[in-house]
Nanobody, 124 residues
């Protein structure tokens, strides 16, 4: 089993930045592809960003390209999501997810492991 714990969310104003972190345990972290998803009230969970196990490949939702950056530190067993130029539409619970293969994907059903989420609220 893989355990994931997110942190770094909060209440910010439009235009601000945050860095979300997700600490993983229970599996060799460098074997895991990681993803970030978010879910706003009344909406389905949506893909935000993903990174391969090596960190060499990343992909992003169109809505966050140029504003969000996913990265990982395999020595610290942690994946990060730097979120810049935040907008009220970015308000959501942000979830970290992991899968036991090297390639990342934007399909949430391909991630068997999920964290509890961290709330990001952006005021206008």
């Amino acid at each position: 089993q893989v355990q994931l714990v997110e942190s770094g969310g909060g209440l910010v104003q439009a235009g601000d930045s945050l860095r979300l972190s997700c600490a993983a345990s229970g599996r060799t972290f460098s074997w895991l592809a990681m993803g970030w998803f978010r879910q706003a009230p009344g909406k389905e969970r949506e893909f935000v960003a993903a990174i391969s196990s090596s960190g060499l490949n990343t992909n992003y939702a169109d809505s966050v390209k140029g504003r969000f950056t996913i990265s990982r530190d395999n020595n610290k067993n942690t994946v990060y999501l730097q979120v810049n130029s935040l907008k009220p539409d970015d308000t959501a619970v942000y979830y970290c997810a992991a899968r036991d293969v090297g390639a990342s994907t934007y399909y949430n059903y391909e991630y068997p492991y999920w964290g509890q989420g961290t709330q990001v609220t952006v005021s206008s």
